[in-house]
Structure formats: C-alpha cells, structure tokens
T-cell receptor
Framework: DAKTTQPPSMDCAEGRAANLPCNHS???????VYWYRQIHSQGPQYIIH???NNETNEMASLIITEDRKSSTLILPHATLRDTAVYYC?????????FGAGTRLTVKP | DGGITQSPKYLFRKEGQNVTLSCEQN?????MYWYRQDPGQGLRLIYY???????QKGDIAEGYSVSREKKESFPLTVTSAQKNPTAFYLC?????????????FGPGTRLTVT
C-alpha cells in the first residue's frame, strides 16, 4: 500500500494560487496519483489524476516530481467555493483508501 | 441525468435494529464502493464490489453486510452487531476496477442510531 501524507490544514487568499502538497514516497511504478475534494457534508468530487507527467484540466493542475515521491495540486485562482477538504490518494488496483486530507480554507 | 443515488439523505433508527442503505447508479459502472465517514475524519472503506455477484471486505467490514445482485445496485446493511453505527455513509462507483478510472460519489446518507 502506498500511503500518502498531507498537511492537515492550509489557508489561501482569494484570487491567489493554492498549492497543496502530498508525499507518497512508497508509490509503485503503476500506481496513479488521484486528487479529490469534499465540500462540507457532500460526497467527494474528483479533481484530477496522473501517473508521471504533469496534468492540467479546467479545475486544477497536478505536478508530480520526477521520482514520483511527491506531488502538488495547484488551484490557480482560488475562490471561496474552493474551501474544502482535499484528498490525495494513490490508486490501488481494486480499492481506494482516503486519508484525512488537507482542509483548505480560502479567505477573502 | 447519470449519477449515483443514495436514499434517504437522513435516516434514524433505534439501537438493535438492522437498517439497509440504498445505493443505485445508472452510469453502467462495474465497480462500487461503500465508505463510512465520522465527524472530522477521512473516509474509511467498508466493502467494495468489482463485478456483479462479487464483493470484498474493506478495512471496517465488521457489523456490515452487502449484496451485488444487479450491476446498478449495491445496498449496505448496517446490522445490530455494528457497535457505533452513527455516521455519514458514502457510496461510490467506478467504470471498472482498473486504476485508470476515477470514482464518482453519491450525496451520502447520514445515519443516526439512538
């Protein structure tokens, strides 16, 4: 099992970039890094995933280090609606396990 | 409108009663999952199913049971053997058990047992 380590909480000013780090030093070669977020009392929402290359979509960018031991989720222009718990997960073959995540608070 | 339906949103039961939580998906996904979330905590995996008529225990399966008789349905029964059943329960599905696909989550059921 590749485990992940995330800071428990972070703050970000509205309109600025939010950079959320994740360590996954035991990741194996065929495991993907996934990011989800959960807004209070809702089901988690998929954000982005990647294997080894950097990825970008309409929500965020994912930067994975060359050795794949860590990654950073970037929300380029954070808004108040981005306040949520963000989960970094290393995708296993058949099941997915979520840690405690990072609680991101976007402040005006 | 494709997605995952969980019903009801809120559920109240007396201690000692079994209760079944519904999860339905019309995404034609093979894999389905049940998670439990306690206040301020992350999600913990209860059971998952990769295909119809097959399911596996997750990390906290004791006191729970599931069935997967149809592709679109994966009900979870919280039995009286579950010591602390009050929690937020989330159902999810994925196109297949391949790790290239993301999970889709339902809105959750908040169960309160008194």
């Amino acid at each position: 099992d590749a485990k992940t380590t995330q800071p428990p909480s972070m703050d970000c000013a509205e309109g600025r970039a939010a950079n959320l780090p994740c360590n996954h030093s035991t990741i194996s070669g065929n495991e993907y890094v996934y990011w989800y977020r959960q807004i209070h009392s809702q089901g988690p929402q998929y954000i982005i995933h990647g294997l080894k290359n950097n990825e970008t979509n309409e929500m965020a960018s994912l930067i994975i280090t060359e050795d794949r031991k860590s990654s950073t989720l970037i929300l380029p222009h954070a808004t108040l609606r981005d306040t949520a718990v963000y989960y970094c997960i290393v995708q296993r073959w058949s099941d997915m396990r979520f840690g405690a995540g990072t609680r991101l608070t976007v402040k005006p | 409108d494709g997605g995952i339906t969980q019903s009801p949103k809120y559920l109240f039961r007396k201690e000692g009663q079994n209760v079944t939580l519904s999860c339905e998906q019309n995404l034609n996904h093979d894999a389905m999952y049940w998670y439990r979330q306690d206040p301020g905590q992350g999600l913990r995996l209860i059971y998952y199913s990769q295909i119809v008529n097959d399911f596996q225990k997750g990390d906290i399966a004791e006191g729970y049971s599931v069935s997967r008789e149809k592709k679109e349905s994966f009900p979870l029964t919280v039995t009286s053997a579950q010591k602390n059943p009050t929690a937020f329960y989330l159902c999810a599905s994925r196109q297949s058990y391949s790790f290239t696909y993301e999970q889709y989550f339902g809105p959750g059921t908040r169960l309160t047992v008194t």
